[in-house]
């Protein structure tokens, strides 16, 4: 049995992580900080936190592995400096604090084409986080890279919205890596992953899930 802790539990990824977590016997707690209330359930521990000032001395850090579906826009987030704090310096802080308390594994939802030598500034900031993870020497580390994601959201993203529609129709001429993925396959991916902890490092690409 195995607490997973879940950064982003209120987002398109991480709301099906959660729900995949609640259901599955493996899982007998699920710990999710978020800065906005989750509803209840009798397994899950939702500690809200300001994401900015994580302090790392709560007992709640102690699990046993933990799946990462932080993300912004730099759009919504204001700037690329506001965005790299959400992508890169928050999965980082939750995993250094996980790691302290004794987690064993990470599963980062991270993106197609993350490169931390990108000419492009998102694609870039996601290889640096996957890079830096890495680093930090967990037992069973998983990178999971999807192209655009189609999930429930309760915001519009026009361009998003855009891509989904186009990849829909062109689904048939575009290869596998680019095509639309729904937010439950990510999700399922880096649970599995998460809960098995198998040694090493292990990247998922989109076209695997
Ligand atoms: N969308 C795509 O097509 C796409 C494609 C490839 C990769 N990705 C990557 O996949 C990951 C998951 O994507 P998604 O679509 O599930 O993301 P999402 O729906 O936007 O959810 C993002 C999560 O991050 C949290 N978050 C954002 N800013 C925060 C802040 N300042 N403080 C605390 N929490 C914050 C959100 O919390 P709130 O609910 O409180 O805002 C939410 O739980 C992201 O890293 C994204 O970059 C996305």
Same mark, same amino acid.
């Given at each position: 049995?195995?607490?997973? *802790?879940?950064?982003?539990?209120?987002?398109? %990824?991480?709301? #099906?992580?959660?729900?995949?977590?609640?259901?599955?016997?493996?899982?007998?707690?699920?710990?999710?900080?978020?800065?906005?209330?989750?509803?209840?359930?009798?397994?899950?521990?939702?500690?809200? @936190?300001?994401?900015?000032?994580?302090?790392?001395?709560?007992?709640?850090? #102690?699990?046993?592995?933990?799946?990462?579906? *932080?993300?912004?826009?730099?759009?919504?987030?204001?700037?690329?400096?506001?965005?790299?704090? %959400?992508?890169?310096?928050?999965? &980082?802080?939750?995993?250094?604090?996980? *790691?302290?308390?004794?987690?064993?594994?990470?599963?980062?939802?991270?993106? %197609?084409?993350?490169?931390?030598?990108?000419?492009?500034?998102?694609?870039?900031?996601?290889?640096?986080?996957?890079?830096? /993870?890495?680093?930090?020497?967990?037992?069973?580390?998983?990178? @999971?890279?999807?192209? @655009?994601?189609?999930?429930?959201?309760?915001?519009?993203? &026009?361009?998003?919205?855009?891509?989904?529609?186009?990849?829909?129709? /062109?689904?048939?001429? %575009?290869?596998?890596?680019?095509?639309?993925?729904?937010?439950?396959?990510?999700?399922?991916?880096?649970?599995?992953?998460?809960?098995?902890? @198998?040694?090493?490092?292990?990247? /998922? #690409?989109?076209?695997?899930?």
């Amino acid at each position: 049995m195995a607490r997973v *802790l879940i950064a982003g539990a209120t987002g398109a %990824v991480g709301q #099906e992580v959660l729900r995949l977590a609640l259901a599955d016997s493996q899982v007998e707690r699920v710990v999710a900080p978020t800065r906005r209330a989750l509803s209840p359930h009798p397994r899950l521990e939702n500690p809200l @936190v300001d994401y900015a000032s994580l302090s790392g001395s709560e007992p709640w850090w #102690e699990v046993d592995a933990v799946i990462c579906t *932080l993300g912004t826009t730099i759009g919504k987030a204001g700037s690329q400096e506001a965005f790299r704090r %959400v992508d890169r310096d928050y999965p &980082l802080a939750v995993a250094r604090h996980a *790691l302290m308390h004794g987690a064993r594994s990470y599963a980062l939802n991270s993106s %197609v084409g993350a490169d931390a030598g990108s000419k492009t500034f998102y694609l870039r900031t996601k290889g640096e986080v996957e890079r830096d /993870l890495d680093a930090l020497g967990y037992c069973s580390y998983t990178i @999971v890279r999807p192209s @655009v994601i189609w999930g429930e959201r309760q915001e519009v993203r &026009l361009g998003e919205s855009l891509a989904i529609f186009a990849l829909t129709a /062109l689904r048939p001429v %575009v290869p596998r890596r680019y095509r639309v993925v729904p937010a439950v396959r990510i999700a399922k991916a880096l649970l599995d992953r998460a809960l098995a902890g @198998v040694p090493g490092r292990k990247v /998922l #690409e989109s076209e695997q899930l």
